[in-house]
């Protein structure tokens, strides 16, 4: 029977959700044999949705212009609420990422697991890897120390490739990333 307030249709819409929550993620238990190594595939994509978040923030706030990229950068730490904390974690973040990228390709290469049928998977993740790399390394000149010494076009560039160029490949590239491993489903089943 329906709560009253709440149609048939609308209860029976959040017991499908309940369903699908319950059976996909809260009833889900952890594989005994699961190791640490085997969870930065995982990981490295929510390394990189924090970067995303925390980044679209930053975006906010930051002018990417050499005269006024030092004060934007004084502004979101000392007078936006919390801004401190996410800029931050956005710049300790892809340390952590690359470190967890890195761990994850060499767990596979070392078991030997880029063999057929998973090539595409291979040739995907390396595209990612080097992303990832230059993700660190345009972020690297949008720093306030360094933004200040770049002349306005260099500025654009680099500002351009890192919040819009390099991003959406690296979303390409984890959209096939994730199809080709749904497609063969993974080497050690769960
Ligand atoms: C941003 C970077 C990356 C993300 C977010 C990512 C994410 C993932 C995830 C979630 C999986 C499935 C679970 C797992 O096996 O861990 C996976 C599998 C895989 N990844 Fe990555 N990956 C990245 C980079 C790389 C790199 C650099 C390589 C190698 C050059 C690579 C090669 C593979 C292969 C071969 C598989 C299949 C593993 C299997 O079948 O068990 N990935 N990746």
Redesign the pocket.
């Known amino acids: 029977m329906s709560k009253p307030g709440v149609s048939g249709n609308e209860s029976q819409n959040t017991g499908i959700l309940k369903e699908i929550i319950e059976t996909n993620i809260t009833r889900k238990l952890i594989p005994k044999g699961l190791s640490w190594l085997?969870?930065?595939?995982?990981l490295?994509?929510l390394a990189?949705l924090i970067q995303l978040g925390t980044g679209i923030f930053l975006m906010f706030y930051f002018i990417p212009s050499p005269n006024e990229a030092a004060a934007s950068f004084q502004r979101v730490s000392h007078s936006v609420p919390y801004g401190w904390l996410i800029q931050r974690i956005h710049s300790v973040g892809p340390h952590i990422?690359i470190g967890m990228?890195f761990s994850?390709?060499l767990r596979?290469y070392f078991k030997g697991?880029?063999r057929h049928p998973?090539e595409l998977?291979?040739v995907s993740?390396?595209n990612?890897?080097i992303l990832?790399l230059l993700m660190y390394y345009t972020g690297s000149f949008l720093k306030a120390n360094t933004a200040a010494e770049l002349s306005k076009f260099q500025l654009t560039c680099f500002y351009t490739l890192h919040i819009a160029g390099i991003p959406l490949a690296?979303m390409l590239f984890?959209g096939m990333?994730?199809f080709m491993?749904r497609k063969?489903?993974?080497?050690?089943q769960l």
Not at 38 to 42: H, L, S, T
Not at 184 to 188: D, F, K, P, Q, R
Request: charged fraction near 5%.
């Open positions: 085997g969870c930065m595939g995982g490295s994509l990189f990422m990228v994850h390709m596979i697991i880029y998973r998977h291979w993740g390396a990612l890897l990832t690296m984890m990333h994730f491993v063969t489903g993974i080497y050690e």
